[in-house]
């Protein structure tokens, strides 16, 4: 079992930039591909950007693409989420997932419930 808590979250003018960190727990967790989500209020899940086990690989949303960039380091235990020119509608909590399903296709790596292993997610709020 993995147990993931995020960090990093807070309130930023339009612009500006967050760096969200995931630390997880125990000793497997370079066998997760992991992905960041977010949900704003009134508005569905959407995933933001995946990556897998070894860090090669990445999926990310049409929304976030040349501003959000997803990293790991597996010597840490970690994932991140570097977010550049912030925009109000990237207010959302995001929470960070981890999967033990094999690497895939955006449609399969970017979709809830591939993923078994939620945080408990960290606010992002943007002003105009």
């Known amino acids: 079992q993995v147990q993931l808590v995020e960090s990093g979250g807070g309130l930023v003018q339009a612009g500006g930039s967050l760096r969200l960190s995931c630390a997880a727990s125990?000793?497997?967790?370079?066998?997760?591909?992991m992905a960041w989500f977010r949900q704003a209020p009134g508005k569905e899940r959407e995933c933001v950007a995946a990556v897998s086990r070894s860090g090669g690989s990445t999926h990310y949303a049409d929304s976030v693409k040349g501003r959000f960039t997803i990293s790991r380091d597996n010597g840490k235990n970690t994932v991140y989420l570097q977010t550049n020119s912030l925009k109000p509608e990237d207010t959302a909590v995001y929470y960070c997932?981890?999967?033990?399903?094999?690497?895939?296709?955006?449609?399969?790596?970017?979709?809830?419930?591939?993923?078994?292993?939620w945080g408990q997610g960290t606010q992002v709020t943007v002003s105009s």
């Open positions: 997932a981890a999967a033990k399903t094999p690497w895939g296709a955006a449609q399969t790596m970017r979709v809830g419930v591939t993923y078994d292993y």
């Open positions: 125990g000793r497997t967790f370079s066998t997760y591909n």
